[in-house]
Nanobody
């Protein structure tokens, strides 16, 4: 069974950058859907960005132009490059692979 595992979170100052990684082990074939979601305290989980096996991407309006999602299909690995980070980007970021969720990685943007 595919198990997504996130890494790359941390503390960064406003305007800084982070790159999140998610490796989905356990699958011998390329999965169709890989996405990044986030959940801030007291808020619902929301889509940040997604990418399909054909390379089609989708971004939340709040991150378009600042974040970039990419994947290595054969390795079932997805990345989220986050630039121009803002305090409102602070949240736990979750990787979703098809219908399975990772456990999340914390991103904190603060001076």
């Amino acid at each position: 069974q595919v198990q997504p595992v996130e890494s790359g979170g941390g503390l960064v100052q406003p305007g800084g950058s982070l790159r999140l990684s998610c490796a989905a082990s356990g699958s011998a074939v390329s999965v169709y859907y890989m996405g990044w979601y986030r959940q801030a305290p007291g808020k619902q989980r929301e889509l940040v960005a997604s990418i399909t096996s054909s390379g089609s991407t989708n971004y939340a309006d709040s991150v378009r132009g600042r974040f970039t999602i990419s994947r290595v299909g054969a390795a079932n690995t997805v990345y989220l490059q986050m630039n121009g980070l803002k305090p409102e980007d602070t949240a736990t970021y979750y990787c979703k692979v098809d219908i399975l969720w990772g456990r999340g990685t914390q991103v904190t943007v603060s001076s």
